[in-house]
């Protein structure tokens, strides 16, 4: 980082989702309590997959990654939050302002991680014959490390375009954490490149395995309606249903969070925010277990195996 960019701001204020002091508490105990449960609920769904051999199968080894980038994500963002709410304070130290924008970019691993578990359900309902030779353990570990390394190489490319740039004197961000749109605004310099960057790597990143996505569930579709089963429609909806659901939660706020950051809704922003860093990473346990079998029998044979210990 050049020297008058180290000069001019040694730390940031973060303005998101602002806070009555008589709320402080109120807010803490509710934002800490999703914190916990974030970890908490994400730690259990990685134990399960680990612990029962009937969860080692390609599916489950992408959902175990999906909650360890939860619990990474959340942990970036929520325990900076956290202490602010404690401390009656808004800043944060221009370090951690840059770590907290290089690893929200690792979100991304999300987008690749519920393509693979799309392509997972297709080979397993549009060609069951060979699912064991499409979906080789090979295959699955190769999927998960160039997501990783994708990603890696996404928060790279944007650091080295944010180096070159020049700090303005104001240094208050307008929303909840360092996002990289709102850490751009706070520059003097021609941002052009970083735009166009963000805009390029978007769409390798988030829209390229969204319309995977909808093609691969659109031949399962296909698949089923020719099918014409009960049973198979069933059957489907059931090992589906949670993914669709995961898909149109985590997509959903990606949408809000980008097309809301570009109003001037600081009520929106705030909602936004929270349903991005907290909630989403929250939910995802429940949806995964709610209507799974497996897992649910998972945690019954680890219950019964502590009480009866």
Partial sequence: ?????????????????????????????????????????????????????????????????????????????????????????????????????????????????????????????????????????????????????LCSAVALLHTLLLVRLSFLRNNTIHHFFCNLSALLKLFSSDTTINQLAILIVGSVVITLPFICILVSYGHIGATILRRLSIKGICKALSTCGSHLFVISLYYGTIIGLYFVLSSNSNIGKDVVSVLYTLVTPMLNPFIYSLRNRDIKTALGNVLSRLFLV
């Fill in 1 to 149: 980082m050049r020297r008058e960019n180290q000069s001019s701001v040694s730390e940031f204020l973060l303005l998101g989702f602002p806070i009555q002091p008589e709320q402080q508490g109120m807010f803490y105990t509710l934002f800490l309590a999703m914190y916990l449960t974030t970890l908490l609920g994400n730690l259990l769904i990685i134990l399960l997959i680990r612990l029962d051999s009937r969860l080692h199968t390609p599916m489950y080894f992408f959902l175990s990654h999906l909650a360890l980038t939860d619990i990474c994500f959340s942990s970036v963002t929520a325990p900076k939050m956290l202490m602010n709410m404690l401390m009656q304070t808004q800043s944060i130290s221009y370090a951690g302002c840059i770590c907290q924008e290089i690893f929200s970019l690792f979100r991304g691993v999300d987008s690749f991680l519920l393509t693979s578990v799309a392509y997972d359900r297709y080979v397993a309902i549009c060609h069951p014959l060979h699912y064991i030779r499409m979906m080789r353990q090979g295959l699955c570990f190769l999927l998960v490390f160039v997501s990783w390394v």
